[in-house]
């Protein structure tokens, strides 16, 4: 089993669609949960961090459960310029430095 | 504005030659990190490094090497390059010890080996 795991997509979805996407760890330990949006041929950047309560920044709503091991990401009211991979990214804090990227979920968000 | 820079957009080499790719930013950043990625298998971490002249194997190592003389500056170094090391390099930078603060990377290597 991967470490991290998310839907690989694309998912396909017209302007103003609600999308969500879920991302599933396997170290229960785990400490830092994030979402990396990475554009076609560009770096990733950080879009959000997932804490434990939840957080909204915008229309981008991060959510975390720790019993079921997931993470989630929603997108409200898409936009054609939500269209990117979105990286789930885990710290299992075990040694402090290393970092667990998935390998993306696509978005396509259409007119 | 932070910043992390990368010697090469593109880069083709041919089976067997040695490489280098640099990574250099201006944040003063503690962490730098260098990782592949390759489709369908998200980013891998190859090495990295602490602090100067200090570093940590990641997952993948094999075939590569690094160095870190000057606190800005990573480099990753393909000792024999060979086809299956064709991939997207990313470099990233991170200040402290924590693991809830943010990678800032580079905009990458995209290495060809022939």
């Known amino acids: 089993r991967k470490e991290v795991e998310q839907d690989p997509g694309p998912f396909n979805v017209p302007e103003g669609a609600t999308v969500a996407f879920n991302c599933t760890y396997s170290?229960?330990?785990?400490?830092?949960f994030f979402w990396y949006r990475q554009d076609c041929r560009k770096e990733p950047k950080l879009l959000m961090s997932?804490?434990?309560s939840g957080n909204e920044d915008g229309r981008f709503t991060a959510q975390l459960n720790r019993a079921s091991q997931y993470i989630s990401l929603l997108i409200r009211d898409s936009k054609l310029s939500d269209s990117a991979t979105y990286l789930c990214?885990?710290?299992?804090?075990?040694?402090?430095?290393?970092?667990?990227f998935g390998a993306g979920t696509r978005l396509f968000v259409k007119a | 504005d932070v910043k992390v820079t990368q010697s090469s957009r593109y880069l083709v080499k041919r089976t067997g030659e040695k490489v280098f790719l640099e990574c250099v930013q201006d944040?003063?950043?503690?962490?730098m990190f260098w990782y592949r990625q390759d489709p369908g298998l998200g980013l891998r971490l190859i090495y990295f490094?602490?602090?100067?002249?200090?570093?940590e194997k990641g997952d993948i190592p094999e075939g590569y090497s690094v160095s870190r003389e000057k606190k800005e500056r990573f480099s990753l170094i393909l000792e024999s390059a060979s086809t299956n090391q064709t991939s997207m390099y990313l470099c990233?930078?991170?200040?402290?010890?924590?693991?809830?603060?943010?990678?800032?990377f580079g905009p990458g290597t995209r290495l060809t080996v022939l």
């Open positions: 990214v885990v710290n299992p804090m075990t040694g402090g430095f290393k970092t667990i």
């Open positions: 944040m003063d950043h503690e962490n």
């Open positions: 490094s602490y602090d100067v002249k200090m570093k």
């Open positions: 990233a930078s991170r200040t402290g010890t924590s693991g809830h603060n943010e990678q800032f």
């Open positions: 997932v804490y434990s």
């Open positions: 170290n229960s330990a785990s400490q830092s």
